[in-house]
């Protein structure tokens, strides 16, 4: 359970037993809230009861839900799965801001929060929509704000539980993934899991800490304002008996004609000894429909919708047994002034009609390996200079 207050979560976990009741599970939540003290309310005397759980429920000094959000990998306390792909649209001429996210599924919430905080959280906003909705405009005139600096957290609600936050950062013409906010079932936020069904094996996303840089108290706050400083990243995991798979995010509601620059960071963290294997990273407009890509395509077994195909299609770098990053982040971009280990595409121009890119990462191997992403942003490279 992590609060919506600032780009860094303050957050509290527990550690729920198979067949154990909900309610006891919120009353150990409870008792540890009340312990701890870990969203650091002021006045609060620890020990004496001031959080409690009734039937399930969070009761005293906690406040209302919309302060919060609810991680980790827990299934069976009726969690709502998060929206993802979220992505923020800025348009000068307009003076509007667009933002979209997908749903799990049309009937996933009961409401959706849209929260908007900007000037380094000096100022917080936003709109409780229904629960099927997958975008929301905002009127820049009517209502402005600070579009060089803008948090934006989706979060659907269900049967008053929080999910997990989508979330992006948005600094004009370009919106990057910098927060800290734990990851539900071992996934970032906004991201989702592919795996090929060409091989045995499994593709295990989780979620990596560099604890030094978590809200703690007695820390110095840590407003994660660079892909260092992020406290949490994507480790893709291949299981021992090897497969090919990884992690996807969509970013959607481009505007058709425009030119996009993607940056991203990629470590190897541990490699077979013997054999081949290799981590890469993909880029790729969708169709004109939107349509998800396949397993398939993101393998490299299908075309792409631009009809490339092939290892190498829509592929921004590559590591393989040749060269590993030896546990370090290594950045990845389409610029083309800049020297990349594999690439075959450079920045992306969306072709007519087609308002999507999807970006996704591929670990092949035919035994246990391990790499890591992050973080990642997208640069409108048509209002650079707007």
Not at 175 to 193: D, H, K, M, S, V
Not at 350 to 376: F, H, K, N, Q, Y
């Amino acid at each position: 359970m992590w609060d919506n207050l600032g780009r860094n979560a303050r957050y509290v976990a527990v550690e729920t037993i198979a067949g154990e009741s909900a309610e006891m599970a919120i009353e150990r939540l409870a008792r540890k809230i009340d312990e701890t003290n870990p969203f650091d309310w002021g006045g609060f005397p620890t020990g004496e009861n001031r959080v409690t759980s009734s039937a399930g429920d969070l009761r005293g000094v906690v406040g209302h839900c919309a302060h919060y959000m609810t991680a980790g990998t827990e299934t069976g306390l009726g969690i709502p799965r998060p929206p993802h792909s979220l992505t923020c649209n800025y348009d000068p001429n307009l003076k509007k801001l667009t933002i979209k996210w997908l749903n799990p599924s049309p009937d996933a919430y009961d409401y959706t929060r849209v929260r908007i905080n900007w000037s380094n959280y000096d100022h917080t906003g936003g709109i409780t929509v229904y629960g099927n909705t997958d975008s929301y405009v905002r009127d820049l005139v009517e209502k402005p704000l600070d579009v060089n600096d803008i948090d934006i957290l989706v979060i659907g609600v269900r049967n008053d539980i929080p999910s997990g936050a989508a979330a992006i950062h948005v600094n004009n013409n370009i919106q990057e993934e910098l927060y800290g906010i734990p990851f539900t079932g071992g996934l970032a936020p906004n991201w989702q899991r592919w795996s090929s069904d060409t091989n045995e094996g499994e593709i295990n996303p989780q979620m990596g800490i560099r604890s030094e840089m978590t809200f703690a108290k007695g820390r110095i706050y840590n407003s994660v304002k660079t892909a260092n400083s992020k406290p949490f990243y994507q480790i893709i995991n291949v299981g021992d008996k090897g497969n090919t798979g990884g992690v996807y995010r969509k970013f959607i509601g481009l505007t058709s004609g425009h030119t996009y620059r993607i940056k991203t960071r990629l470590a190897t963290l541990s490699e077979p000894k013997e054999g081949q294997w290799s981590a890469s990273v993909h880029a790729t407009p969708n169709g004109t429909d939107g349509r998800d890509l396949s397993t398939g395509q993101m393998a490299g077994l299908d075309a792409l919708p631009a009809g490339n195909k092939g290892n190498a299609a829509a592929r921004m770098a590559l590591y393989d047994s040749s060269l590993s990053t030896k546990g370090q982040f290594v950045e990845i971009s389409t610029d083309a002034t800049k020297a990349q280990r594999g690439r075959e595409i450079t920045d992306i121009t969306l072709p007519a009609g087609v308002d999507s890119i999807t970006v996704w990462v591929r670990c092949e191997s035919s035994s246990a390996l391990s790499a890591a992403i992050d973080w990642i942003s997208l640069e409108d490279l048509s209002l650079k200079d707007i």
